[in-house]
């Protein structure tokens, strides 16, 4: 028996571990065969190339790591013709392809031209991107808005859907339910946070956009919290990111609520970090006679 076995609404994994988009690449295969992960999870790409922001665009605080790398992509075209099918050969694991766009179109014409592939088992939806419809607001703060997105999505695709929910809203709860409602099969939380650094000699911005994304260790409670509150909330299951670096950290994720676990900011600072997590894990439960699953919610009080 697999102790370590689950599932992601329709795709079934042989261990609940995973990368964070943007945190990983076909690169770390020089450390490990990436088929030991439980999935692999690639980069958002865009319906346009995208350069990114300017640098400095990295910057580690105290206790995690803010990025403004600016959804950096080649865009879906060369994604697919030029990147796609040497992913695909490489990994017997589920693929999971992020991407985003920033009109409803622009989502839906990336889901049409992947799904001509056929190449990827899942979509995860990065809806922190502005919506130029509205204003420039991200597509995930508005619960009226993911719904008719996932809508959308939904009727394009059987592969699984999923949503990627942001913490900077005042409400995750109210999103991650319009998702579930319009069909998303599961949910991946968190994003990063908002942040900002400043050297306090100069009073100059550590990165050069000013406010970026909060990432790593510091945002460990934060996703803790939001994957409690939504997995209390609604009934697919979550695919939860933020802070996790080790297999304790995913232990305290399943007793949350969450049926897998994405490793981000911890690739950089150890490559191993995912595949330590799951040989972690495979110890702890052969050590306890337990599954995965069967912890997934019991969190205690
Ligand atoms: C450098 C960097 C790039 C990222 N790029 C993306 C991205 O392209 N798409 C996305 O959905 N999330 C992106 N993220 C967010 C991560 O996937 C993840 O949700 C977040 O960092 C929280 O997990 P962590 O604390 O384990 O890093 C990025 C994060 C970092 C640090």
Redesign the pocket.
Known sequence: MNLLASKLGKLQLKNPVTV????FDTEYGQFYDLNHLGAYTS??ITPEPKIGNPGPR?FETEAG?I?S?G?QNPGYLSFINDHLPALRAKLDIPLIV?FSGSTLQEFCQVLSALEETGMADAY?I?V?CPNVENEGIAFGVDAKVVAELTLALRKLTKRELII?LSPNVTDIVSVARAAAEAGADSLAL???LFGMAIDWRTGSSRIKKGIG?Y??TA?KPVALALTYKVASAVSIPILA????YTWQDALEFFYAGASAVA????NFSNPYAALDCISGLDQYFQTKGQTVQDIIGRISF
């Open positions: 964070a988009s943007g945190t980069k958002t990295l790591l990025n790398i959804l992020s995860e990065n922190s990627k968190i994003n990063t994304g990432s790593g945002i990111m933020g802070g996790i490793l981000g900011t911890a």
